[in-house]
């Protein structure tokens, strides 16, 4: 919703009704009563700023709402993790405006009721187009925060520091008071040469895998920056963008690597030998251009080796999750609309729980989807988290935590 039109109450009346609440609905009579003491003078615009990120309009800090008749009042914006007021300032006081401030605290009620959901779990979360990388408490609070900007990877590492990155280029290990306490440069490290970096990986014994698109290749660094090994990676269509997504060392000691402008996932052993390979399929379709569900395509986002010897895909435009055995053989599948009320899109993180269900990261899929969804082996959802108000349809990264000690 780009801009709230209201007309003596009826918009006001489908959109509280939608939300089913009696708070809401007694707010909206209070409205009406005052409509109707001004003669039915309706609210003309709710002027609101549309985020880039597409996700619904609220008034911003300062901004005028024309109330009919010349009348405006300036609105002021709290928000908490879980109630948005709007306090108005009124230039001329009314029995009108007081109907005005009911509509407005209702409608941000009903808007972050709609865009936001307490996780119920701790889960770690980025999103690039609002910049913001957090770890979430159970009941939605930030545990903790940082700014970031381009990134398609992170981890909580064991001792409570975060493994992230700032850019395509840059790796930092971040502590609790935001200081960053190790780094890598791709950029430094291949001068002059196209490079970005969308995978990597804390190691068993203090080294961090990176997986480096332009140069093609997975570099293991210790804490000074020196490389200890090197592997060379197979690209069938080199882009320093999308040679690689995400990038695992496995149990084996071999890496699984989701390449995305090939469609393919390729295990690696670590001479760089490919051991095992699969290729996305298309489904008969033709390529369709985009990131949202109107796409499609074969570029493969994530994979991980599953305990049984399968591999778990997130299939990117695919808009899908393969799980696939070591012939090739798709065993188990969830597609664009296997799940009831939900729209899958770009697929990125996928993870396997010991329950047997599975994790899904559902990234661009319009703020009437939950980014990241937990689906039974028959394809039943019994969790969801969405939250288009801190973060926006571009949150690549999302993963459950274990409880806060």
């Not at 409570?160 to 950029?187: I, M, S």
Request: hydrophobic share 35%; aromatic share 6%; net charge positive.
């Amino acid at each position: 919703m780009n801009s709230c039109w209201v007309t003596c109450g009826e918009r006001a009346r489908r959109f509280l009704g939608w939300l089913g609440d009696p708070g809401a609905q007694a707010l909206l009579n209070d409205l009406e009563e005052v409509l109707h003491q001004s003669k039915g003078v309706g609210l003309e615009r709710c002027v609101g700023r549309r985020s880039p990120l597409g996700s619904r309009s609220r008034p911003g800090r300062g901004d005028r709402l024309d109330t009919g008749g010349g009348r405006q009042v300036t609105s002021k914006i709290e928000v908490t993790p879980q109630v948005m007021l709007v306090k108005p300032v009124f230039h001329r006081p009314s029995t009108f405006l007081a109907g005005l401030l009911s509509l407005a605290a209702a409608t941000a009620v009903v808007l972050q009721a709609a865009d936001v959901s307490k996780p119920g779990r701790r889960i770690l979360a980025a999103d690039d187009s609002t910049r913001r990388l957090a770890i979430i408490a159970p009941d939605g609070s930030f545990e903790w925060e940082i700014p970031v900007t381009a990134i398609h990877d992170a981890h909580v590492l064991p001792n409570g520091n975060v493994l992230l990155q700032q850019g395509w280029t840059k790796v930092q290990e971040v502590d609790r008071d935001k200081k960053v306490v190790w780094e890598y440069d791709a950029a430094k490290a291949n001068p002059g040469k196209p490079v970005e970096v969308h995978a990597f990986q804390r190691l068993d014994g203090g080294l961090t895998m990176i997986a480096e698109s332009g140069p093609a290749r997975i570099i293991e660094v210790d804490r000074e920056g020196k490389v200890r090994r090197e592997v060379k990676l197979q690209v069938d269509h080199p882009n320093a963008h999308s040679d690689t997504r995400r990038v695992r060392k496995i149990a084996n000691g071999n890496y699984l690597v989701a390449h995305e402008a090939d469609g393919r996932i390729r295990e690696y052993d670590a001479k760089g030998k490919i051991v095992w390979q699969y290729d996305i399929p298309l489904f008969g379709k033709e390529r369709k251009g985009g990131h949202g569900p109107e796409a499609w395509g074969n570029q493969a986002y994530s994979a991980i080796r599953l305990a049984n010897g399968n591999t778990l895909i997130g299939g990117g435009n695919g808009h899908s999750v393969l799980e696939v055995d070591r012939a090739g053989k798709i065993v188990w599948q969830v597609t664009q609309n296997d799940l009831p009320g939900i729209t899958l899109a770009w697929i990125t993180c996928v993870d396997r729980l010991p329950n047997g269900n599975t994790l899904i990261g559902n990234c661009h899929a319009g703020p009437e989807n939950p980014q990241f969804i937990e689906v039974t082996r028959d394809k039943k959802v019994v969790w969801s988290w969405k939250d288009f108000t801190r973060f926006g349809n571009s949150t690549p990264v999302v993963a459950v935590l274990p409880p806060r000690k």
